[in-house]
């Protein structure tokens, strides 16, 4: 088994990091709305204060996977969270303990920013990652329905 490696990401990792982008939606069915580009890339993980980061996981053949994260807030618990954006392994490379390895370190992290929670959403067909994530202990949130607001009806709820 080779040797997997956790790093930062910096502003030269940008079009890997487009690419795992691409790759995940590719594989949920939704590379159709992928709108980022490297020029979005650059200026928002890469900025002087961005409010969401990227670690990479690599072996000696170079990146395999990668992580992106933003710190939540908890008002119950008066703490601050991790939210796990996308975590992305290349078919390749799974099973390789990349996809745990990511996690491990962004658990490290929460643990030493002193953070109550670290949380991610999965779509609900993807059993393979549901079994995953039960197999490390994580929980599903059943009582909690997300919603979003975005594109055309995010701009018209703004206007009102």
């Known amino acids: 088994m080779s040797q997997l490696t956790i790093r930062p990401a910096v502003v030269q990792d940008s079009q890997q990091i487009l690419d795992f982008i691409t790759e995940l939606a590719v594989y949920e069915k939704a590379e159709h709305e992928v709108k980022a580009t490297i020029a979005h890339i650059k200026n928002t993980l890469f900025s002087d204060q961005p409010k969401a980061h990227c670690v990479l996981c690599e072996n000696e053949n170079g990146p395999v996977g990668f992580a ?12 601050y969270g991790i939210y796990l954006e996308d975590l992305y392994v290349s078919p390749a490379s799974r099973g390789c303990g990349a996809g745990k390895a990511l996690l491990k370190h962004l658990a490290k992290i929460a643990t030493e920013q002193n953070c109550g929670r670290f949380e991610w959403s999965v779509l609900d067909w993807n059993q393979p990652a549901i079994d995953f994530y039960e197999s490390i202990g994580a929980k599903p949130q059943d009582e909690w329905i997300r919603y979003r607001l975005d594109g055309d009806a ?3 709820f703004a206007a009102d």
């Open 68 to 79: 992106v994260y933003f710190f939540s807030y908890s008002t119950w618990q008066g703490q």
């Open 154 to 156: 995010l701009k018209q």
